[in-house]
């Protein structure tokens, strides 16, 4: 084998789920359920025929206008009032948060986040050479008081101070848990009064089963604090690859500006605008919201059969359950012996930038079928069985 000179962060290959043995049940990947996929065969004919010379083409830096328009109607649903010059289309919402990072972060800068967090969002910001900041949570969201004891203490010492905060606010990835409105209006005073950017990820917003929702950060942001990441991706179909950042317009010019593949792809920003403008989209999230209930239930009442020792708050909404197991247990052990007996959960730990707690693991219910989900958790409980003969201490 040749001596490749690899980057360091290339450098050590990790094992994946191509990995795993074939029959391997996956609860590791928030992917959309493949029955709820919509067919768009309609709008693509239409993007392929009459269209063709917009969608065929390279798109415009910012997007198509049609689009950014359709996302600002879309948005105001939730309170949220922007123009087409404050949208800037992206791949995802995960392309937006790297746009920004490219925007605001030097190497050895530090951003804001919460303990766990996205565990994604952490991988992208390693790859900016980031400081942590990492802020603990409870049932109401980040701690914002343990965050301005943080950043009053580091601005009375004249420390460098944070330019980024990263939160998924709404059903949470990977707690559940939704941010209520009090903290979501102290984050935002502490944004404006330390000037900071908060980077709100609001993949999950709609997917709700029950409960009242809460006005998105941006919402309340009447100061340019706030950019709204978005996608389609899991109110629509991941593999169309259309997300977009809404900010103030010096903001989304310098990220578009940061972009290496130009104009998104403006033959699936083309289905996007036809499914928003006939309503399907909404259609669409109705009948998710349906299913991914039944998958949340079928999953929760799986895990009290077969792994009865676990605590698990039920989200109102989303893809993932949270699993926090007793204290002591070795998550990723319990990963490792999943794998073995067929099934593939994520470790918690990867949800903490710094050392996290190694007693939790996270599942989600999106993928698969309720009897895939009852067959994958009675292979995690015969591990968690395997995992208690091994440590003697969690009988």
Same mark, same amino acid.
């Given at each position: 084998?040749?001596?490749?000179?690899?980057?360091?962060?290339?450098?050590?290959?990790?094992?994946?789920?191509?990995?795993?043995?074939?029959?391997?049940?996956?609860?590791?990947?928030?992917?959309?359920?493949?029955?709820?996929?919509?067919?768009?065969?309609?709008?693509?004919?239409?993007?392929?025929?009459?269209?063709?010379?917009?969608?065929?083409?390279?798109?415009?830096?910012?997007?198509?206008?049609?689009?950014?328009?359709?996302?600002?109607?879309?948005?105001?649903?939730?309170?949220?009032?922007?123009?087409?010059?404050?949208?800037?289309?992206?791949?995802?919402?995960?392309?937006?948060?790297?746009?920004? $990072? +490219?925007?605001?972060?030097?190497? *050895? #800068?530090?951003? %804001? &986040?919460? /303990?766990?967090?996205?565990?994604?969002?952490?991988?992208?910001?390693?790859?900016?050479?980031?400081?942590?900041?990492?802020?603990?949570?409870?049932?109401?969201?980040?701690?914002?008081?343990?965050?301005?004891?943080?950043?009053?203490?580091?601005?009375?010492?004249?420390?460098?101070?944070?330019?980024?905060?990263?939160?998924?606010?709404?059903?949470?990835?990977?707690?559940?848990?939704?941010?209520?409105?009090?903290?979501?209006?102290?984050?935002?005073?502490?944004?404006?009064?330390?000037?900071?950017?908060?980077?709100?990820?609001?993949?999950?917003?709609?997917?709700?089963?029950?409960?009242?929702?809460?006005?998105?950060?941006?919402?309340?942001?009447?100061?340019?604090?706030?950019?709204?990441?978005?996608?389609?991706?899991?109110?629509?179909?991941?593999? $169309? +690859?259309?997300?977009?950042?809404? *900010? #103030?317009?010096? %903001? &989304?010019? /310098?990220?578009?500006?940061?972009?290496?593949?130009?104009?998104?792809?403006?033959?699936?920003?083309?289905?996007?605008?036809?499914?928003?403008?006939?309503?399907?989209?909404?259609?669409?999230?109705?009948?998710?919201?349906?299913?991914?209930?039944?998958?949340?239930?079928?999953?929760?009442?799986?895990?009290?059969?077969?792994?009865?020792?676990?605590?698990?708050?039920?989200?109102?909404?989303?893809?993932?359950?949270?699993?926090?197991?007793?204290?002591?247990?070795?998550?990723?052990?319990?990963?490792?012996?999943?794998?073995?007996?067929?099934?593939?959960?994520?470790?918690?730990?990867?949800?903490?930038?710094?050392?996290?707690?190694?007693?939790?693991?996270?599942?989600?219910?999106?993928?698969?079928?309720?009897?895939?989900?009852?067959?994958?958790?009675?292979?995690?409980?015969?591990?968690?069985?395997?995992?208690?003969?091994?440590?003697?201490?969690?009988?």
């Amino acid at each position: 084998m040749e001596n490749f000179r690899f980057a360091r962060q290339a450098a050590i290959l990790g094992s994946s789920v191509f990995d795993h043995a074939p029959g391997t049940i996956s609860l590791s990947s928030g992917a959309a359920y493949p029955p709820c996929l919509p067919n768009v065969v309609n709008e693509a004919i239409e993007a392929v025929g009459p269209l063709r010379e917009e969608a065929m083409q390279y798109s415009p830096l910012m997007g198509l206008d049609e689009l950014r328009q359709e996302i600002c109607n879309y948005v105001s649903q939730d309170g949220v009032f922007c123009k087409p010059s404050n949208v800037l289309v992206t791949y995802g919402a995960k392309s937006a948060f790297d746009l920004a $990072l +490219r925007t605001f972060i030097e190497p *050895g #800068d530090k951003v %804001i &986040v919460s /303990r766990p967090t996205y565990m994604t969002a952490i991988h992208i910001m390693r790859t900016h050479n980031v400081q942590f900041i990492d802020i603990g949570r409870d049932e109401d969201g980040i701690l914002t008081d343990e965050l301005e004891a943080t950043l009053h203490r580091m601005e009375k010492n004249a420390e460098s101070m944070p330019k980024v905060f990263f939160d998924v606010p709404d059903f949470h990835n990977p707690t559940g848990i939704t941010t209520t409105l009090i903290r979501r209006q102290q984050l935002l005073q502490l944004a404006q009064r330390y000037n900071f950017v908060i980077c709100e990820d609001d993949p999950y917003r709609r997917i709700r089963f029950e409960g009242e929702p809460v006005p998105p950060i941006k919402s309340l942001d009447d100061s340019g604090h706030v950019i709204g990441l978005g996608t389609v991706s899991k109110i629509l179909a991941p593999g $169309l +690859r259309v997300g977009w950042a809404i *900010g #103030d317009y010096q %903001i &989304v010019r /310098r990220m578009a500006m940061q972009k290496s593949d130009g104009g998104s792809n403006a033959f699936a920003q083309r289905i996007v605008i036809q499914m928003l403008q006939s309503g399907r989209v909404n259609e669409h999230i109705t009948e998710l919201i349906q299913q991914m209930r039944i998958h949340r239930d079928v999953m929760v009442n799986e895990f009290s059969e077969h792994i009865p020792e676990a605590r698990i708050r039920a989200p109102q909404g989303g893809y993932f359950l949270w699993i926090e197991l007793p204290e002591g247990t070795d998550g990723e052990r319990l990963v490792e012996l999943g794998i073995r007996e067929g099934v593939e959960v994520s470790a918690g730990r990867l949800s903490f930038p710094n050392d996290g707690s190694a007693n939790f693991i996270r599942a989600a219910f999106s993928f698969t079928s309720e009897r895939e989900i009852e067959e994958a958790i009675a292979r995690l409980g015969r591990a968690w069985k395997i995992l208690k003969s091994e440590q003697p201490k969690l009988n």
